[in-house]
């Protein structure tokens, strides 16, 4: 990658982590912002490899599921963009993080085919924890554990599809293993990062 691809690159994520940002906003809030708008940029941009993936192996209603996120993100990030209200936009974000995981294990026949492409589905608890707070974040987590029990109950009733090589699968293993582990990640960093700012420790703060 070229220093001006790189520069390019980075004034993108530049413009892009203001967006929603005004001059009201107090620091908490400038970062809150920033992430959300960033973390939806992200997995925005990673889930290109599922629809891809999933179109050229000739699954068109798995491949759908990714991009109807995409879609929707992209709308949502340009309404976000004007309307500076940020409860909404995570509201969405929350929403589909949660749900769509799992539609798309559906769509694939159970846990062994998606490569257990629920695990998503954690990064909503994990976000609302971040950014809502405790109370807010356990009717997430109970969502998500609803979310899992049902995952695992129609299991045995699911066709497994058969389009995906076993190659695709395991990278796929890995890929969902990794992603959900670097978005738990810098979720719980930025709320360190938060914590710093105001002068706070996470440990003062229990």
Known sequence: ???????????????????GITPEDDE???LDKTVTTLSTCLITA???VWVVTYFSSGLPVAAAIPLVYQVISIGSLVAFSRTKRLRFFRLSQLAMMLMLPFFLQL???GFVPSSAVVLWSF???IAA?????????INWFGAYAVVLVLSGLVDPLLEP??????SVMISFFVLNLAGVSATAFLLCGSSCSSESTSG???SASS
């Open 1 to 19: 990658m070229t220093s001006s691809a790189v520069t390019s690159a980075q004034r993108l994520i530049r413009r892009l982590a203001v967006t």
């Open 28 to 30: 908490q809030e400038r």
């Open 46 to 48: 990673l889930s290109t």
């Open 107 to 109: 769509s694939l026949g």
């Open 123 to 125: 990064t909503a608890p």
């Open 129 to 137: 924890l971040m950014f809502s707070g405790a109370r807010d974040s």
């Open 161 to 166: 599809t058969s389009k995906i090589p076993t």
């Open 200 to 202: 706070r420790s996470p």
